[in-house]
């Protein structure tokens, strides 16, 4: 099971960063946290359509709770999914379908990494874990 | 005098934006390029002095925006070389130019003809002809040229009496390579093809001479000569323009109208159906005077330069895989094949380095090269050898951070 930081460290470390360069380091940093798919496990069926960057997220049960897997063939993708993930990790399929997963990332402090083409893939991506 | 950058910098006022702090650096020019002052003037004082619907006479600021909006089409004409101005008909662009040809032509395509197209073309000088071939059961064909765009002998044997469209782009807007003209216009002319070429990337950095080229239609976006967007170019020869059929109708394309039948206008208003985008014109004309102050040569030479300087910076880097020649081009089209490139456009993005990651709207290319994205580094007048060189330092940068 990847182990992630929690979304409150996150969002501090984040929002502590000033410039865009800053966030591009943080975001790298994040990156690292990811445990990366198995080349099996980045099949069509687990990929993440409307990404300009390749992005594949699994979901898994246990105890009736969610557990998501994902990665990306770029790095700040892969630290964009660390973030997104720590709002949803280990919580029960009705607790994330309740959450406003758009207004919760912005907490994230993402500004111009979320901005443009990105955006849509990052919906897709908030889309499939509700689904 | 040689060219500089110096002194001509300051003709592009948004060249000062800052963002955290970095001063911008604009290397995203095969996009679309920034416009001098003297083209903003230029749409300003039509607005101010002279707007009123063109060819509909009548009244004194009608007749000012009229002789505007001609004179403009002379200054295109001549800055083509194109003889008569009826030869310049005003599209929205390069891809509207290159639709109205493809739509034009159809009524003399048969099933089995061929429409020979290069593997260099953006989709634009791409889809167009696939969808004109499904329509009329014609061939789409592909002249499978390099990536250093030399003719080779064997090329000849694609150009068939069945080819009655040859369409090419005249330098490549992923990799920055020219193609064989030439050779390839010296082909087509032989089995009497249509011949068009793409000149998008080519306006703003060659002197283009459509007489010497010899080619039936040659299409251009103003955007990317440092005139307005929505407006752009479709030259033509008299006889290859008379065949095209309308692929739009109404006002201002005809002559007279009854419900039985319309009687269209003459060359070029046949083809302008509508109001026509006045002001884009206008500033395009702009930027044509613009170009023609420079000595072209030398500001070729200039950009060229640039390229080179990134070329030699990093060619030799066994982590960059460039696509781009090694001199002669004003891009840099290169890849990382360890890290993404949407990634290196971040980190280059951060330090206010403006640059493309992606396919460039040539997945065909991209497929051919063997990468999935590039990044392009594309350069226009006002960009200086600092900022060719702080590219490369900060590309650098940027692949020590990201490579695993
Ligand atoms: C070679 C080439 N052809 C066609 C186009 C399409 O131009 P526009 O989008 O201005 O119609 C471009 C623009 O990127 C281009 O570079």
């Known amino acids: 099971m990847t182990h992630l930081l929690d979304s409150q460290t996150i969002q501090s470390r984040l929002q502590a960063c000033t410039s865009k360069e800053a966030t591009f380091k943080e975001l790298v940093a994040l990156s690292n946290q990811l ?23 699994i979901e898994e049960h246990i105890d009736g709770m969610c557990h998501f897997k994902a990665d990306s063939d770029a790095k700040l993708m892969r630290g964009v999914l660390v973030a997104v993930l720590s709002l949803v990790q280990g919580k029960s399929k009705a607790d994330i379908q309740a959450m406003d997963l758009v ?4 907490q994230f402090n993402l500004g111009s990494y979320l901005t443009s083409s990105r955006t849509n893939g990052v919906l897709g991506i908030l889309k499939k874990l509700s689904s | 005098m040689a060219f500089s950058s110096n002194n001509i910098r300051s003709d592009f006022p948004i060249l000062k934006v800052t963002t955290d702090d970095h001063p911008i650096v604009y290397l995203d020019n095969a996009a679309t390029t920034q416009k001098p002052l003297a083209v903003l003037q230029s749409i300003q004082d039509y607005y101010l002095y002279s707007n009123a619907n063109v060819h509909r006479g009548a009244h004194f600021l009608s007749d000012r925006a009229t002789s505007a909006f001609e004179n403009a089409r002379d200054t295109v004409a001549n800055f083509l070389n194109a003889g008569q101005n009826s030869h310049v008909i005003w599209t929205k662009g390069t891809t509207e130019s290159i639709n109205l040809v493809a739509y034009g032509l159809e009524h003399l395509i048969e099933t089995d003809d061929e429409i020979l197209i290069t593997s260099l073309e953006h989709h634009a000088n791409l889809v167009p002809w696939q969808q004109l071939a499904f329509r009329t059961g014609a061939r789409l064909r592909v002249l499978p040229l390099t990536s250093t765009g030399e003719w080779e002998p064997e ?11 040859f369409a090419s782009t005249h330098i490549s807007n992923a990799i920055g390579v020219a193609t064989p003209l030439a ?3 010296n082909e087509a002319k032989k089995v009497g093809a249509y011949t068009l070429i793409d000149g998008a990337q080519a306006v703003a950095h060659y002197e283009v001479d459509v007489e010497t080229l010899d080619c039936d239609f040659y299409v251009f976006s103003g955007h990317k000569m440092y005139g307005p967007t929505g407006i752009g170019v479709l030259y033509g020869k008299s006889a290859a323009l008379e065949i095209l059929l309308p692929y739009q109708t109404g006002g201002e394309m005809v002559r007279h109208v ?18 026509p985008h006045i002001e884009g014109a206008i500033g395009l004309a702009a930027a044509c005077d613009y170009l023609t102050k420079q000595d072209r040569p030398e500001l070729l030479k200039w950009e060229q330069n640039l390229a080179k300087t990134v070329y030699d910076e990093l060619y030799l880097d066994p982590r960059i895989e460039i696509y781009s020649p090694s001199s002669n081009t004003t891009l ?32 065909p290319l991209m497929e051919q090269l063997g990468v999935g994205s590039t990044l392009r580094a594309s350069f226009a007048c006002y960009n200086t050898k600092e900022e060719a060189e702080r590219f490369c330092e900060v590309l650098l940068e940027a692949i020590d951070l990201l490579a695993d």
């Open chain 1, 35 to 57: 445990e990366r798919l198995t080349d099996e496990d980045k099949s069509e069926e687990h990929k993440v359509k409307g990404c300009e960057s390749a992005v594949w997220l």
């Open chain 2, 155 to 165: 090329y000849a044997s694609y150009f068939t009496d069945k080819t009655k469209i």
């Open chain 2, 183 to 185: 050779d390839m216009l």
């Open chain 2, 258 to 275: 009854a419900y039985q039948a319309t009687e269209f206008n003459v060359l070029p208003y046949r083809l302008e159906a509508g109001t």
């Open chain 2, 332 to 363: 840099v089209s290169l890849s990382v094949p360890d890290v993404h490139t949407l990634d290196l456009n971040s980190y280059l993005d951060s330090k206010g380095i403006g640059v493309r990651a992606g396919s460039h709207c040539a997945h």
């Open chain 1, 103 to 106: 207004q919760e990332l912005t």
